[in-house]
């Protein structure tokens, strides 16, 4: 599969060829302060399917191992990269067709916004994944 996708002032595009590994919403209060929303979905793809076509990100160092990428003019976050990873993951609604890719299960529901639910019947994870 090919998918493309870019920041809200098209400054940044990007291109990912290959296949999803998961997809999720992250209820944690980090996603949620970079994107300004109350939950973010997540899409996993492997770290090779994945590159810019246009454009240079601006990472913010969010902890030791992981950076995030967002578009340093308009600000859209993009991508969510941990060190020695072999995998990354992209902003759903970043990607030209939002709707091609359906979110899997939730984590860190344990910081979800009292008033945010959705009404699926998705796996809630209290934190990470499981795997984690
Ligand atoms: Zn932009
Ligand atoms: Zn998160």
């Known amino acids: ?16 060829q290959g296949e999803v590994i998961d997809a999720s919403y992250c209820h944690c209060s980090v996603c949620r302060r970079v994107a300004g929303a109350p939950v973010v979905a997540w899409v996993t793809f492997p770290l090779a399917a994945f590159r810019y ?3 240079t990100p601006a990472v913010w160092q969010s902890s030791e191992k992981a950076g995030r990428e967002h578009c340093p003019r308009c600000g859209s976050a993009l991508v969510f990269r941990v060190t020695d990873e072999d995998s990354v993951d992209v902003t759903i609604a970043s990607l ?3 709707e091609s890719i359906r979110p899997e299960f939730h984590i860190w529901v344990e910081n979800r916004l009292p008033w945010f639910e959705t009404t699926d019947s998705l796996p809630r994870h209290w934190r990470g994944e499981p795997s984690d």
């Open 53 to 55: 076509l246009r454009g």
């Open 96 to 98: 030209d067709q939002p």
């Open 1 to 16: 599969m090919v998918y493309k996708g870019g920041c809200a002032c098209g400054d940044i595009r990007y291109e990912v």
